[in-house]
């Protein structure tokens, strides 16, 4: 792979439900990021993570956990979905500074009814 | 006011036209800068840095105004395929730094 590996690609969720999706990277970039994309709304930052270990929350994270065990995957759990959560999941990742600008995964489809 | 600004559009326009974008941020101490293009149903992809002295990558220029707080991008001599939408972005160094997208706008050339 190179880049950055999102997984599932899209996936439609029962309300109540427990779900990850998957972040991989093999670029060996310090810092992650999950957004998410709604109509009208733009990219919103969920969590995000500067170096394996560390995690920080964002604009919009009730809801939602990361953690970073490694330097590789930040994984995004919703620990019980609720409808307003349907959206496009992005993750991205980047140097560290962000001068070099971010590189995003190709996104999780998410639905959850 | 939100930190970036964008005329969401959408922008219509014939093939072999010029366009331009404005973006506006409000936090002076934003200290990079760039555009992003995402097409439909697709992640957002780096199109170009923006540099204080203006910086430009085939038909595509980028401009930054300090002084006025924006950047703009020049796009020349559309084509079909650069029909997507067009977000700026913004970090801000507020000892750590922050990364700001705008809602972008859309961009639509016709034959």
């Known amino acids: 792979i190179a880049g950055i590996t999102q997984a599932p690609t899209s996936q439609i969720l029962a309300a109540g439900r427990r779900m990850t999706l998957r972040c991989t990277q093999d670029m060996r970039h310090n810092a992650m990021y999950w957004y998410r994309q709604d109509l009208g709304l733009g990219l919103r930052l969920i969590h995000y993570?500067?170096?394996?270990?560390?995690?920080g929350k964002g604009e919009v994270p009730d809801g939602y956990s990361v953690s970073r065990a490694n330097t590789d995957d930040f994984p995004l759990t919703l620990a019980s979905a609720v409808p307003s959560q349907t959206s496009v999941y992005f993750c991205?990742?980047?140097?560290?500074?962000?001068?070099?600008?971010?590189?995003f995964g190709s996104g999780t489809r998410l639905t959850v009814v | 006011r939100k930190e970036v600004e964008q005329d969401p559009g959408p922008f219509n326009v014939p093939e072999g036209a010029t366009v331009a974008f404005n973006c506006t941020y409000s936090?002076?101490?934003?200290?990079?800068f760039f555009w992003y293009r995402q097409d439909c149903r697709k992640e957002p992809k780096l199109l170009m840095s923006?540099?204080?002295s203006g910086n430009e990558d085939g038909r595509f220029t980028a401009q930054l105004n300090r002084a006025s707080q924006y950047i703009s991008l020049l796009i020349r001599d559309s084509k079909l395929s650069d029909s997507a939408t067009y977000l700026c972005v913004v970090n801000i160094n507020t000892g750590g730094f922050k990364t700001i997208f705008g809602a972008g706008t859309r961009l639509f050339v016709k034959a």
């Open positions: 923006v540099y204080s």
């Open positions: 936090n002076s101490a934003s200290q990079s």
């Open positions: 993570s500067n170096t394996a270990g560390t995690t």
């Open positions: 991205a990742s980047s140097s560290g500074t962000g001068d070099y600008g971010y590189t």
